[in-house]
């Protein structure tokens, strides 16, 4: 596709479920980032991968949370016992290149996840 | 005291008015500043960036940065209905903590017809 993908568009799962969001990024871009945003708020930054490594995983705020993109493509972020403070849109975007890239990041039309 | 601060709205103005939408920043590292619009249940859309100081025109829209002040404006003239959506200032430092974007809250903004 033209832009970044992700799915699913909705999701809604019970507290203390596992969940995976997936990303499929704008071919040919090795960045791929990850952020978290909550109602009202602006997007919080999670992870930044170059190519299959996460090359910043500081903003993942525990353990619950894993991010992988084994091909250097599509990624899946993965969480664990989800909790109700869980719930927001996680936003997927992807860029050319690594640093000094930002600018050039296009962003997916987000997942949102409640868990009740 | 957060790193970015932006006033949430929300913002209504007639359609023709000139907007003036604007964030205030802590973190002197700053070097890339960014204007997202983000439409309702759409991820950001990028409207403008510019590097450092100074002033960036692009058709009805102009983003100034004041480092000085760490003050950043985005100005949008004859505003349009279609104008309407959240508009999130975003920056990043240079160098290798480049990729990551600190976002403003965001400021609603409606244009009425």
């Known amino acids: 596709g033209a832009g970044v993908s992700q799915t699913p568009s909705n999701k809604v799962t019970e507290k203390g479920k596992y969940v995976e969001l997936r990303c499929d990024p704008i071919s040919g871009h090795t960045a791929l980032y990850w952020y978290r945003q909550s109602l009202g708020q602006g997007p919080e930054f999670l992870i930044y991968?170059?190519?299959?490594?996460?090359?910043?995983d500081s903003g993942l705020p525990n353990d619950r949370f894993f991010a992988v993109r084994p091909e250097g493509s599509v990624s899946t972020l993965k969480i664990q016992r989800t909790e109700r403070g869980d719930s927001a849109v996680y936003l997927c975007?992807?860029?050319?290149?690594?640093?000094?890239?930002?600018?050039?990041?296009?962003f997916g039309q987000g997942t949102r996840l409640t868990v009740v | 005291q957060k790193e970015v601060e932006q006033d949430p709205g929300p913002l209504s103005v007639p359609e023709g008015a000139i907007v003036s939408l604007n964030c205030t920043y802590s973190?002197?590292?700053?070097?890339?500043f960014m204007w997202y619009r983000q439409y309702s249940r759409k991820g950001p859309e990028l409207l403008m960036y510019?590097?450092?100081?100074g002033n960036k025109e692009d058709g009805r829209f102009t983003a100034q940065v004041d480092k000085s002040s760490k003050y950043i404006s985005l100005f949008i003239r004859d505003s349009q209905p279609s104008d309407s959506a959240t508009y999130l200032c975003?920056?990043?430092?240079?160098?290798?903590?480049?990729?990551?974007?600190?976002f403003g809250k965001g400021t609603k903004l409606s244009v009425i017809p």
């Open positions: 975003a920056m990043s430092a240079a160098g290798a903590g480049s990729y990551q974007l600190t």
């Open positions: 975007a992807s860029s050319l290149g690594p640093v000094e890239s930002s600018t050039e990041a296009f």
């Open positions: 973190n002197s590292a700053f070097q890339y």
């Open positions: 510019t590097y450092s100081s």
């Open positions: 991968f170059q190519g299959t490594g996460a090359a910043d």
